[in-house]
């Protein structure tokens, strides 16, 4: 058995023994007295008796050695600022932000919703509810009110931290006006509000109920506030899902096991050490901002880049000037920026000195052939794949090359990390075994450390979305439909939801969009299965053409429509071919880069598409109901 295959094994045949190693990678105010309580399935209970803090672990315990090392670095081509705090400046922003949610009435336990851009002060506040014990809920800046609104209802907030405005390929985004209507759609009214001044837009300060974050840090300049020692089980925070596949799920975290799951995972999978930097392109509205902008890297000692801004401003160079300047070890994206950067010039990738880098993480979506192929050749470094949720904080498949170097496989996001067993079930319910196998990736309970607890008040809701019982135990459903191949590596070969059924054949909508996406001419593709009465289900094509200029007429679309639907042929076979592949200026996406083929196929359909409050274009999807009227 290989070294990594002997960890995986132990981490689920002797978990108990296993996660209490791990849980020494934190501080414990008092030690766990019970690693793993899973007497009450599919809830588990991890590092149960110990008591701990997020804030104490990422921020405090590095002050003895690293007290004047860059902690949080946040960098704005927006404002064209950089700011860089030591541990020791975080820590005293930390306690100033802190004191004030205190004096503002935040208890242990009492939510903070943080409605922020990427600036420094949404590290602070987040970092400051988890010193004293309350529970923060972070809302991505990009939504509007109504997002906003609903969000605030479920969460109860004493307190909103927000901010004047963002702002966005140098267009200010107002985020006061969206603010104060999403209060007032909500039947819930926070006790207060906390607003960073940028001095980007006016404020309408509603008196009484909003506060500028300026003049209260100014009355806590030197106060203390110690951190609250908190139960492993204590929730650190809310947040919610991406909303791809419909209504967003409030996701709860617990405080220990997350400590210990990210601690684990910059040692095993990200390979990160202490005094390096980190530079995650995610937002803090994510979860890759959650696990691996803040608490991630902070909790390994290692500096974290917070990035406002876009990828392409003032030019294509812009992250890779930040790995030379802040001689990044470790960054982590998503492919659906790695296709904007495709897009530019490619010398600006080798502008930089790019040494210092030894590996790039994606994650979020399917890594395509193409876009992988093109970033690993243009960078000349790993590119590791991760595949995760929201909802478990961490990977479940990727490579731990902190255990044991393992070669990854194009379009393949690895093995299972450990502490997951999982395992492929097919439609009857029963765990397909062997390589070579099609199914549902499932994940047997308890699930590991850091994963989510339950549903945010919702219990029931958790069991009966999540979890089935398979031979009398629980096992906990990703939604997502993958293949093993003989040596254990998997495949996410899209959502469950996505199969489509072609005349009583199988196929996911990546496995048709891999196809297509080969086409020397498509930049972009989503699939979806349309109704159809005689076929059952037909594949239906949107993609993104690289040279538009190509389509001057109806003959001209039809000829590129051939050669794409005689990729399919050649990759996958006839039964793959779509029934029409259509062209389109761009694509339906949530606002975190994934594609919306539920909605893509709802209107294909005739049917409301649902829950649209995550999407980023509406006239994405327009585009796509003129052509199918048409
Ligand atoms: P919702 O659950 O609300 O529909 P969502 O599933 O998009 O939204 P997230 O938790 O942000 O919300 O995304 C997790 C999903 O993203 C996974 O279940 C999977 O479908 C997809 N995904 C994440 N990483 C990868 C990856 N490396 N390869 C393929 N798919 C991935
Ligand atoms: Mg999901």
Redesign the pocket.
């Known amino acids: 058995m290989t070294a990594y295959a002997e960890f995986h094994r132990r981490s689920i045949q002797d978990r108990d023994g296993f996660w209490a190693e791990q849980a020494q990678l934190v501080d414990w105010k008092s030690a766990p007295t019970q690693v793993c309580d899973y007497s009450n399935p599919p809830f588990a209970k991890w590092f149960v008796g110990g008591t701990t803090n997020l804030c104490h672990n990422a921020v405090d315990r590095h002050l003895k050695d690293r007290a004047g090392q860059a902690a949080l670095i946040a960098v704005s081509t927006e404002t064209n600022t950089e700011r860089v705090y030591t541990f020791a400046g975080l820590h005293a922003e930390v306690q100033r932000m802190a004191a004030v949610l205190k004096d503002l009435g935040v208890q242990k336990g009492d939510r903070v919703l943080i409605y922020m851009p990427m600036i420094a002060e949404a590290a602070f506040a987040m970092l400051a509810c988890a010193r004293i014990g309350a529970i923060h809920s972070v809302v991505f800046g990009g939504f509007a009110s109504g997002s906003l609104a609903s969000r605030i209802e479920d969460s109860e907030p004493k307190v909103i931290v927000s901010a004047d405005a963002g702002s966005r390929g140098g267009k200010v985004v107002e985020y006061k006006p969206l603010l104060d209507e999403a209060i007032s759609l909500s039947s819930h009214k926070p006790g207060a509000v906390l607003l960073a001044d940028r001095k980007l837009a006016a404020m309408n300060i509603v008196a009484g109920r909003d506060h500028l974050w300026g003049a209260l840090r100014e009355k806590h300049l030197n106060t203390v506030v110690p951190c609250e020692w908190v139960e492993s089980t204590h929730p650190s925070y809310t947040l919610y899902?991406?909303?791809?596949?419909?209504k967003?799920?409030g996701v709860q975290r617990d405080t220990g096991g997350y400590a210990v799951a990210l601690a684990a995972s910059m040692k095993h999978i990200y390979c990160g050490n202490a005094g390096e930097t980190y530079f995650s392109t995610s937002d803090i509205g994510?979860?890759v901002g959650h696990s691996y902008i803040i608490y991630g890297p902070l909790i390994a000692g290692m500096a974290t880049i917070m990035y406002e801004g876009l990828p392409t401003r003032p030019d294509g160079g812009i992250w890779w000037s930040l790995v030379e300047k802040y001689k990044v070890t470790v960054m982590f994206s998503a492919p659906t920026a790695v296709r904007v950067l495709k897009k530019q010039d490619p010398a600006l990738l080798t502008k930089y000195d790019l040494s210092s880098l030894r590996a790039l993480f994606l994650?979020?979506?399917?890594?395509d052939e193409p876009t992988a192929q093109w970033i690993s050749g243009s960078l000349k470094k790993p590119i590791i794949?991760?595949?995760?949720?929201?909802?478990t904080g961490w990977p479940i498949l990727g490579i731990a090359n902190g255990v044991e170097q393992k070669a990854s496989k194009f379009g393949s996001?690895g093995v299972p990390m450990y502490g997951y067993n999982v395992m492929l079930m097919d439609d009857a319910g029963e765990e397909l075994v062997g390589g070579d196998k099609k199914g549902v990736v499932m994940v047997e309970g308890p699930l590991p450390p850091g994963c989510m607890q339950t549903v945010w008040r919702d219990d029931d809701r958790f069991v009966k979305t999540y979890w089935q019982k398979l031979n009398g135990k629980y096992v906990y459903s990703?939604?997502?439909w993958g293949v093993r191949d003989a040596d254990g590596y998997y495949f996410?070969l899209g959502?469950t939801d996505d199969v489509i059924n072609v005349a009583g054949h199988r196929l996911g909508t990546r496995e048709i969009e891999e196809a297509i996406s080969s086409h020397p001419n498509i930049s972009e593709v989503a699939v979806v299965g349309v109704a159809d009465n005689l076929k059952g289900q037909v594949a239906v094509a949107f993609a993104v053409v690289k040279d538009a200029s190509v389509l001057v007429d109806d003959a001209a679309h039809a000829k590129l429509e051939a050669e794409v639907m005689k990729v399919v042929d050649n990759t996958i076979g006839a039964v793959g071919r779509p029934a029409r592949v259509r062209f389109v200026a761009v694509l339906p996406k949530?606002r975190?880069g994934?594609l919306l083929r539920r909605a893509i196929q709802a209107v294909c359909e005739g049917r409301d598409p649902g829950d649209l409050t995550t999407m980023e274009d509406p006239a994405a999807l327009q585009q796509i109901k003129d052509l199918t009227a048409a």
């Open positions: 899902t991406s909303g791809t596949t419909g967003p799920k994510w979860v994650a979020g979506e399917p890594l794949d991760n595949y995760w949720q929201t909802e996001p990703t939604f997502d996410i959502r949530t975190s994934k």
